[in-house]
């Protein structure tokens, strides 16, 4: 089991002040690693509890991750605070918009191509910049795609959001294969219906996406957390360029 620990890393979750992202925190310090968060808005208190119930480092940065410069601010912050020790990078910030194909305006998909798109590749680029500067031997950068890049999603209006899901599952290979050289490791994550407060302005939704899901039920962010944290440790050291799919079967069923 110590190929799965992460004592003594150090690791950076964007969205991570609620949902997923506090879920993929939570789970790489209960592994034992340093965990700082980027977000835009204030994290819920599960997040303060994680430094005293596993004994880590954590920090909060208020960073929007379509902005390039508040990215590279918030980088420039977390460097200053954890030493330049940067080696596992999470890029979960992510927007969604219930809205029909002909009815997408503009803003709504520049929106979402801003933060779903732009925000993972320029945080997976920065975060590799600063591995390579640090000489890390256990960078993984895990980009946080869903199953819309595999499918339509059942009832909902989310042509744009799939596009952008399935931008950040096609460029994982691409960005593993140049940064193999450096050592770093780069992985996607394709969560399934996961019951968040992106989520929750829709239950009747949630209630009817149960019978899609070949064990009968929605998943709690806590139920992917566990791959983030095989991504992110030595139990993954031969992955590189791979979809980890989460969904409690519902693309195979």
């Not at 209960?30 to 880590?56: L, Q, S």
């Not at 009832?155 to 294969?177: D, H, L």
């Not at 770093?184 to 019978?211: C, Q």
């Not at 009968?216 to 791979?242: H, K, V, W």
Request: hydrophobic share 40%; aromatic share 10%; charged share 20%.
């Amino acid at each position: 089991m110590s190929r799965f620990s992460l004592k003594g890393r150090t690791a950076l979750v964007t969205g991570g002040a609620r949902g997923c992202g506090l879920a993929f925190a939570e789970g790489l310090a209960e592994a034992g690693a340093h965990v700082a968060i980027f977000d835009i808005i204030d994290p819920v208190e599960a997040f303060f509890d994680i430094e005293k119930t596993y004994g880590v480092k954590t920090c909060h940065y208020k960073v929007d991750v379509s902005s390039l410069e508040s990215l590279e601010e918030g980088f420039e912050a977390f460097k200053k605070d954890f030493g330049g020790s940067l080696d596992i990078c999470v890029p979960c910030a992510g927007v969604n918009k219930n809205v029909g194909f002909l009815d997408t305006s503009l803003e709504d998909f520049e929106r979402l191509m801003s933060v779903n798109v732009r925000g993972v590749y320029y945080t997976a680029q920065l975060a590799a910049k600063a591995m390579i500067a640090n000489k890390t031997t256990h960078g993984s950068i895990i980009l946080v795609a869903s199953i819309a890049s595999y499918m339509a999603i059942r009832s909902q209006m989310s042509s744009a959001y799939c596009g952008t899901k399935g931008a950040v599952r096609a460029m994982c290979p691409a960005i593993a294969a140049e940064l193999v050289k450096y050592g770093i490791r780069v992985n996607s994550i394709s969560p399934g219906y996961v019951r968040t407060e992106m989520t929750a302005p829709f239950p009747h939704l949630l209630e009817s996406w149960k019978d899609e899901i070949m064990n009968g039920r929605i998943a709690m962010p806590e139920d992917i957390r566990g791959g983030c944290i095989f991504l992110a440790s030595d139990a993954s050291f031969y992955m590189t360029g791979q979809d980890l799919c989460i969904d409690g079967g519902v693309t195979k069923w």
